[in-house]
């Protein structure tokens, strides 16, 4: 079923974090590497989208937990399955396993749900596109604000590869999150069309999902959320969104203003709140689904989750929450000036 005509009739909601839920399973250097890399190089603890690979289980039991929660739509375990970021852990040569990996985790997962709860409504995946370690709108030298560390067309190539995994694996959707450099977003944009284009395989729905960092209501880059907007519609995407950095209470303002500007369906996933004084999440799940049934009620979202501390246990309280609302309805937006 086309995922649009689901949200013409309802609010979607998309899973929580997968990093807060592999941390509960206090894996061990020994864990993540699993037989096959029991000899490898370098230390790969923390490398958590390689345990698609080494502990296939345990993500696809986070992938269940979520869809028992009411997660309609299921993310991919690949935040950094470039080759760009997995050379953190000199992994390059993975990325493209990596993605494949993940993707028939989360769609194993769905499977088996759906034949432990027939009747069920058709859930989604959504292959995991990450910001990248690199930045190509900044610098990491202060001495040399001309210096990147990456060009665009490493960029692109890094997420021409793991779009190519992802699609392979078999997802349904594939959602650019967190950008905190619009022109990262661009590279990623760019190899999505480029690989359907010359792969001539059926173009699947773009959900891009930026990061406003701080009050100032702007990307780490520097943009707005309008022009943030602006410079991401090229990709006539199913949905455009925010995640990450803000709790619900701090991201608000920003969901109300791009819900009045976006052509297209709105998403919010956001953190449970800001982090302590030990990085740890402290809001309730009652809590965060407070905010977004507020959020649901004004009209202001199609798609809504959690980011990062958020559980299983916050996403059954957002689907409870929204699922006797009514979806956003898409505005009419004026292309010119009178």
Not at 220 to 247: D, K
Request: charge should be negative; proline fraction near 4%; glycine fraction near 8%.
């Amino acid at each position: 079923m086309d995922i649009r005509k689901e949200l013409e009739k309802r609010i979607l909601v998309i899973d929580g974090a997968m990093g807060t839920m592999i941390q509960q399973h206090k894996l061990t250097e020994a864990d993540y590497r699993g037989e096959r890399f029991k000899d490898w190089q370098c230390d790969v603890k923390g490398n958590n989208d390689l345990l698609c690979i080494t502990q296939p289980q345990i993500i696809k039991g986070i992938h269940k937990q979520y869809l028992a929660a009411g997660a309609d739509i299921i993310e991919t375990n690949t935040f950094s399955s470039t080759f760009i970021a997995m050379a953190d852990y000199e992994m390059q040569s993975l990325a493209y396993e990596l993605n494949v990996a993940a993707a028939r985790c989360a769609r194993e997962a769905i499977q088996e749900f759906t034949a432990e709860n027939p009747g069920t409504a058709q859930r989604y995946v959504a292959g995991a596109i990450g910001p990248l370690n690199k930045t190509l709108s900044l610098s990491p030298d202060v001495n040399n604000p001309g210096y990147r560390a990456v060009t665009f067309d490493e960029v692109a190539d890094a997420y021409y590869e793991q779009i190519s995994g992802l699609v392979d694996g078999g997802v349904d959707i594939l959602l650019i999150e967190t950008i905190f450099d619009t022109l990262n977003a661009k590279g990623a944009i760019y190899a999505a069309k480029k690989y359907f284009r010359t792969s001539g395989k059926p173009e699947l729905p773009i959900m891009i999902s930026g990061t406003i960092t701080d009050a100032s209501g702007r990307t780490l880059s520097g943009q707005t959320l309008e022009a943030f907007y602006t410079s991401i519609m090229h990709a006539n995407p199913l949905s455009v969104g925010l995640n990450c950095a803000l709790g619900a209470a701090e991201m608000r303002p920003h969901i109300e203003e791009l819900s009045q500007i976006a052509a297209c369906y709105t998403s919010a996933y956001p953190n449970a709140g800001l982090p302590n004084a030990m990085g740890e999440y402290d809001e309730a799940p009652h809590e965060t689904a407070h905010f977004i049934e507020e959020w649901a009620k004004e009209g202001f979202v199609n798609i809504v989750g959690g980011c990062c501390g958020t559980t299983p246990d916050h996403i059954k309280h957002i689907a409870d929450n929204v699922k006797k609302i009514a979806p956003r309805a898409i505005p009419v937006i004026e292309t010119e000036l009178v």
